[in-house]
C-alpha cells in the first residue's frame, strides 16, 4: 500500500483560541478537577476547572500589566512543573506566542532560539537558567523582560494584573482566530542549527482534538472513572506539549512531574495514580528492566522469565484474534496468564501506580517484544509516530487493533504516503505552517500540502505504518552495501546491559558498532555473580561482560543479512549524554558529534 487515509473524527472551530477550553470548561462545570499540583510536602493538591480559570486570567492580567500583548513571544525554560501549563495558556489567552526551550540548554542554544524567534520576554525556572540567559542578553536588545519562577515571579504578576479589568484580557482572546500561531517550537538539532516550527492553535486542536475522540476510552482504567494523567516529558519537545493541551480540552486531569529518571518518577506514579502515561520507550524499558533486576535479586529470575514468556504469547494471540488471523489464547495459556497476574503482572502494574491500563509511547521505536510483555501484563502501550512539525502524533495503534512492532494507522484527519524513494510523507491539519524566518528550508519538506518526513518507511495491507530508518542515516558501506542503522540498535540496546548503541560503517568495509552500559544493570549483574565493582575503565574489558554483549550483538544480527550485520563492536566506558553534545534533548543520538567525539575508537574497530 502506498497511502492510506483516515477522515477527522474532530473538527477545528472556525473561531477563538486554545485558551477557550479553560473558559469554557469553567462555565460548566467549575468545581470539576482539572489539574493536580504537587505541594511542598509532596502531596498533590486538586486544582479545579473554576480556580485553574480565575489563575489563567489573574496572570493574563500580570501579563498584560507587564508590557505582554498580542502576537508578542514569550520565551520559557523550566523543567515540567504546573507553572508552565498555566503561563502557556495565560499567554494564548492574550494571543502570545510562547517559545519553549529546553532546561539543559547551552548559551549559544538559548541566544540561537531567542534571538531567531524575535522574543520580548521570558520565563525561566530558576537561577542558574537566568544565569545562562543573562550571559547573551547584551546581544538580544529586544529581550525587555526576565522572570524568575523560583524568585516570585507568578507573585509579582499576579499582583501586577490586580488593576487590570477582565475586559482588558477578554478582548485580546475574543481577537484570536485558530490560524494564529500558539507557539514556535525549536527542532533539537540532529542535523545542524535548530529551525523554529511555527504551530498554530488550528495544528494543536486538530491534533488533540482527534487523538482524544479517538482515543478516549483509553484514558480510564475502567468504565466510568476519572480520567487522571501524570506528564513527565519535557513541556519543551512538541509531545509534552500535546499531552499539556489535549490533557486539557479532553478534561484529563492533569499532574506535573520535573524529573525523568526512575527513581523520582516511580515514587510519584504511586501516589499521584493516572490511569493512563504518554511516554518514551526509556520509560518502558526502565520499568520493565527493574522488575527483572528485582526478581533476579530474589532468586526469582525463572519464574519471572516464564511470566515474561506467557505474557508474550497471551499479547499474541490477542493480537491474532484482533486481526482474524486466530482464535485467542487457549484455556490452557489464560490459565498460566491468570496465575501470573497474581505473581509477578500486578506488581508491575503497581509500580506504575497500580491503575495504569493504557500507555502511549512515541519519540522513538519501541521493541515488538516489550510492547508484547506490557499488553500481557494488563498495559496496553499503543506506539505512534510523529515530529515537531506535525504537532507530534501523525499515527497511533487504534485501541481495539494494535500491531506490535507497527507505529500503527494514521490519526483521524490524517494521510500517510510512501514516495517512491521509501520516504513518509505527512498530510493533515496538524502539518505545521513552515519554519519561522526559514522560507527554503520549509520549501524542501511541504510540497503541495504534504510533509516529506526525512523517515523511510513502509504502509502494510492495513494501513499500519512501520518505520524503517532516516534518509540521512542510512549507511552505505564501500562494497555498496545500504545499511539502516536503526533496527540493529534496538536490537542490542534490547540487551539489559546496554544502554546505548550506535551503528557505524559509512564507506567503510564493514559494519561495527560502538556500545554503552547501564550502570544500574551492570551493578546488579556484578553483585549476582559475585565480581567486584570496577572503574569504568576496567570494566568494559572484563571477559565475561564482553562475552553479554557479544550475545546482544549476535542476536541483532539474526534478522539482517551477513552483509548487514555488525562484524565488531566496541563497549565504552561512559554513556552518550546531552551534557556532551551527543544526544538531543529527547535523547536521539547525534551520530556526526558521536562519530566525531570517538573517532579514534571508530578507526581502531578498522584495524
Not at 574489558?541 to 534478522?559: F, M, Q, S, W
Request: glycine content about 8%; hydrophobic content about 40%; proline content about 5%.
Amino acid at each position: 500500500m502506498r497511502e492510506f487515509t483516515v477522515p477527522p473524527l474532530a473538527t477545528t472551530p472556525q473561531a477563538g483560541g486554545l485558551a477557550d477550553a479553560v473558559f469554557d470548561h469553567a462555565d460548566d462545570d467549575p468545581h470539576r478537577v482539572a489539574l493536580a499540583r504537587k505541594t511542598a510536602d509532596g502531596h498533590w493538591q486538586d486544582v479545579t476547572s473554576g480556580q485553574f480559570r480565575d489563575e489563567v486570567m489573574a496572570l493574563a492580567k500580570g501579563l498584560l500589566a507587564r508590557g505582554v500583548r498580542f502576537g508578542d513571544r514569550v520565551a520559557i525554560m523550566s523543567r515540567t512543573r504546573y507553572e508552565w501549563t498555566l503561563f502557556d495558556f495565560a499567554l494564548w489567552t492574550l494571543g502570545a506566542q510562547s517559545v519553549p526551550l529546553y532546561p539543559t540548554s547551552s548559551a549559544e542554544q538559548v541566544f540561537w532560539t531567542l534571538h531567531d524567534s524575535g522574543v520580548s520576554s521570558c520565563v525561566v525556572e530558576h537561577e542558574d537558567h537566568a544565569m545562562t540567559v543573562g550571559s547573551v542578553v547584551g546581544r538580544l536588545p529586544q529581550l525587555a523582560r526576565l522572570w524568575q519562577l523560583d524568585a516570585g515571579a507568578l507573585e509579582d504578576l499576579l499582583a501586577a494584573g490586580e488593576s487590570v479589568e477582565d475586559e482588558m484580557v477578554e478582548r485580546h482572546r475574543r481577537a484570536m482566530t485558530p490560524d494564529q500561531p500558539a507557539t514556535i517550537i525549536y527542532t533539537s538539532g540532529t542535523t545542524g542549527r535548530p529551525k523554529g516550527c511555527v504551530i498554530t492553535h488550528a495544528n494543536l486542536m486538530a491534533e488533540c482534538d482527534n487523538i482524544v475522540e479517538r482515543f478516549e476510552t483509553a484514558f480510564h482504567s475502567k468504565p466510568g472513572d476519572e480520567a487522571a494523567t501524570l506528564l513527565f516529558l519535557p513541556l519543551a519537545h512538541v509531545f509534552g506539549r500535546m499531552v499539556e493541551v489535549a490533557a486539557i480540552r479532553g478534561r484529563v486531569k492533569l499532574g506535573h512531574q520535573p524529573n525523568l529518571s526512575a527513581a523520582a518518577l516511580l515514587p510519584d506514579l504511586q501516589t499521584f495514580q493516572p490511569t493512563f502515561i504518554l511516554a518514551v520507550p526509556y520509560i518502558f524499558e526502565k520499568v520493565f528492566a527493574a522488575a527483572r533486576r528485582k526478581a533476579e535479586a530474589e532468586g526469582r529470575s525463572g519464574p519471572f522469565d516464564k511470566a515474561v514468556d506467557v505474557a508474550v504469547r497471551y499479547a499474541e494471540a490477542q493480537e491474532a484474534k484482533a486481526f482474524g488471523t486466530g482464535p485467542g489464547p487457549s484455556a490452557s495459556l489464560r490459565m498460566q496468564h491468570q496465575f501470573f497476574d497474581k505473581v509477578v503482572y500486578s506488581k508491575v502494574r503497581g509500580a506504575m501506580g497500580g491503575r495504569i491500563r493504557h500507555a502511549m509511547s512515541g519519540g522513538s521505536a519501541m521493541e515488538r517484544r516489550l510492547g508484547l510483555f506490557f499488553a500481557g501484563a494488563g498495559v496496553i502501550v499503543y506506539e505512534g509516530y510523529g515530529l515537531t512539525e506535525s504537532t507530534a502524533a501523525a499515527t497511533a495503534n487504534p485501541p481495539e487493533r494494535t500491531r506490535y512492532g507497527t507505529v500503527g494507522v494514521p490519526i483521524p484527519g490524517t494521510s500517510v504516503h510512501i514516495a517512491d524513494d521509501g520516504e513518509v510523507w505527512l498530510r493533515g491539519g496538524q502539518i505545521f505552517t513552515g519554519y519561522h524566518n526559514d522560507p527554503k528550508a520549509t520549501d524542501t519538506v511541504l510540497r503541495d500540502g504534504w510533509l516529506a518526513t526525512g523517515d523511510l518507511g513502509a504502509l502494510d495491507d492495513d494501513g499500519y505504518l512501520t518505520i524503517t530508518g532516516r534518509k540521512k542515516e542510512v549507511l552505505v558501506t564501500s562494497g555498496g552495501k545500504t545499511v539502516s542503522p536503526v533496527g540493529l540498535e534496538e536490537r542490542v540496546r534490547a540487551h539489559p546491559l546496554v544502554a546505548q548503541c550506535i551503528v557505524v560503517g559509512n564507506d567503510r568495509p564493514y559494519i561495527a558498532a560502538l556500545v554503552t552500559l547501564d550502570p544500574e544493570a551492570v551493578s546488579h549483574w556484578l553483585a549476582m555473580r559475585g565480581k567486584p565493582e570496577l572503574p569504568p575503565s576496567e570494566l568494559v574489558r572484563d571477559p565475561d561482560l564482553e562475552t553479554e554483549i557479544r550475545r546482544a550483538v549476535v542476536a541483532a544480527n539474526t534478522a539482517v543479512s551477513h552483509a548487514e550485520s555488525i562484524r565488531t563492536f566496541r563497549i565504552l566506558a561512559a554513556q552518550f549524554s546531552e551534557e556532551h553534545g551527543l544526544l538531543t534533548p529527547s535523547l536521539k543520538l547525534k551520530r556526526k558529534a558521536i562519530e566525531q567525539a570517538y573517532a579514534v575508537e571508530v578507526e581502531a574497530l578498522y584495524h
